[in-house]
């Protein structure tokens, strides 16, 4: 990205007592859990907490989380990480946040208490506002001006469904009573002394509302779906010394620390594993996969079932642009595994199980539990196991679990390389499901190419810190964040091609096998 490399020089709005604390935080808020990670000037992180939250199940298909359990667990992990490192908010040039997209919040702007508990991304339940919006013929244009297609996996239709289902939910959004946004928007009202209402450009690019080109909210949009601006926060860059405030005396801290950065948890995992060029890409297993590629200033619009996304916009500078895939079910595939299914005791014995025998035996398993997102967008698609026979035993299905991520990673991976015509030369890998090095082993024989992972396996929470620090001058430039980069380890492919291709069309056939299994017009 030409004009990016020195984003804030000469900015009188940097306060200069930053350049000389020590260390950079990120809060990181997920799917799962919540983490603070302190990082030096090497990228290297220092110290972290961790706390997961719990994932509440209504109904089939549904899935929340209480906002006012995260906000507990973030004032949790900031001190634990603070008092297990003796640091307080003076040891702080700038903290960054970074969280799970899509996920909706609405609250009451008066006391700042939740009037329901926040929709996930993964949540299907608005299938049927979906479904009738497309029957409306909506669909080119929130594809036109968003870069996204109509689905229950964008915060547009949740924010319909909680209005709908809270008393006088509309009324009360007109009369500027309520605040709406994603989980990073929740916790910079609570974290900052002024109640800061904004979001960054990457979250924004997630609701269905935002225009793509001018980075601001769409009117004829929301003229068209009812929603009032004055629900909706104010849109920012994903780095800025000034736009996201500091934060409150009062709060985890305790003290005054700014806000530099704020970016969607896969957007921040591009900026941590430096994607800063056209034509670089990642791909982050956490409990979805996400694949991005720089597309640079390009809005790259996707004839093969992908999303036109923002990757991040530094200050004043023009913002990069990206196509994504996300797959719902990569870590949380795993997960099922051990709570629902109890086939292992502990994420790591899914290596063990799956080393104990050469192959699947035959069985394929699609996790589509919540849909199908990128590349088929099929919410009615649900989870199958198929290929069973005597032979296969629990190993197999371990093993076809973890195959199960690394196929739905290749439609991802293949459709991308058909939209941007650039051949996938090795593919960058972050996110806690990399610490399986035969889930790595599996991607490079999947996909046919070498997969490399960094030292630092957390960049979402790397890529908060960086925008924050860059922000605030603690970091000086792209250059800079570059030559911190550090490679760990990389995988050859081993497999045959025609053994790879013949699995791989045994996987096309299982997925068709999920598809029509609920209703789409239903409630």
């Known amino acids: 990205m030409a004009g990016t490399d020195h984003l804030y020089s000469g900015s009188r709005s940097i306060p200069q007592r930053t350049m000389t604390r020590q260390y950079v935080g990120a809060l990181d808020s997920g799917t799962t859990s919540t983490r603070f990670m302190v990082f030096d000037r090497q990228g290297q992180a220092v110290i972290q907490a961790q706390k997961e939250h719990a994932q509440i199940f209504p109904a089939q298909g549904w899935v929340e989380h209480d906002p006012m359990e995260i906000w507990k667990n973030v004032c949790e992990v900031i001190r634990a990480a603070l008092q297990r490192g003796d640091l307080t908010a003076q040891d702080f040039a700038a903290i960054g946040i970074t969280n799970q997209r899509e996920t909706t919040v609405i609250w009451e702007r008066k006391t700042g208490l939740p009037v329901y508990n926040a929709v996930v991304w993964q949540d299907v339940r608005t299938a049927g506002i979906c479904a009738a919006w497309q029957a409306d013929g909506l669909e080119p244009e929130v594809s036109r001006v968003t870069g996204l297609p109509i689905s229950p996996y964008f915060s547009a239709s949740k924010i319909h469904w909680i209005l709908d289902h809270i008393a006088e939910g509309w009324s009360r959004a007109q009369r500027g009573e309520l605040c709406c946004g994603t989980i990073d928007t929740w916790l910079l009202w609570h974290l900052t002394a002024d109640q800061r209402f904004n979001t960054d450009v990457t979250n924004a690019s997630r609701t269905m509302y935002m225009d793509l080109q001018t980075l601001a909210w769409d009117p004829g949009l929301l003229q068209t779906l009812g929603i009032p601006e004055c629900l909706l926060p104010d849109i920012q860059p994903s780095s800025h010394p ?16 700014p806000i530099g950065g704020v970016l969607g948890d896969q957007q921040a995992a591009t900026v941590g594993q430096t994607c800063f060029s056209p034509g670089e890409a990642k791909n982050t297993y956490g409990t979805g996969c996400f694949v991005l590629l720089n597309t640079g200033r390009e809005i790259v619009r996707s004839q093969n079932g992908l999303v036109t996304t923002v990757a991040y916009a530094f200050g004043q500078a023009p913002p990069a642009y990206a196509l994504e895939g996300s797959i719902a079910m990569g870590g949380a595939t795993i997960q099922w595994l051990r709570d629902e299914m109890a086939m292992i005791a502990t994420a790591a014995e899914s290596e063990e199980w799956a080393t104990r025998v050469p192959d699947s035996g035959g069985c394929y398993l699609v996790p589509a539990f919540s849909g199908l997102l990128a590349p088929h967008w099929r919410s009615d698609a649900r989870g199958v ?31 991308m390389q058909r939209d941007s015509g650039m ?33 630092c396996a957390e960049t979402t929470s790397l890529g908060a810190a960086y925008a ?56």
Request: hydrophobic share 40%; proline share 4%; with cysteine.
């Open 242 to 257: 000034e736009a996201y405030g500091c934060t409150s005396l009062q709060g985890p801290l305790a003290g005054s620390v």
């Open 385 to 415: 196991l198929v290929g069973l026979t005597r032979y296969v035993t629990k190993a197999h299905v371990v093993r076809a679990a973890l195959e199960a991520i690394c196929y739905q990673s290749r439609e991802v991976l293949d459709a």
């Open 423 to 455: 051949p996938l030369a090795s593919l960058h890998v972050d996110g806690g499901a990399t610490a399986n090095d035969f889930l790595m082993q599996l991607q490079a024989d999947i996909q046919g190419v070498e997969v490399v992972r960094p030292r």
């Open 468 to 523: 924050a620090g860059l922000a605030v001058g603690y970091w000086s430039s792209l250059t800079e964040l570059r030559e911190n980069y550090r490679e760990d380890h990389r995988w050859q492919p081993r497999t045959a091609p025609q053994e790879r291709e013949a699995g791989y069309r045994q996987w096309r056939k299982a997925v068709v096998r999920t598809l029509d299994w609920t209703d789409p017009n239903s409630r």
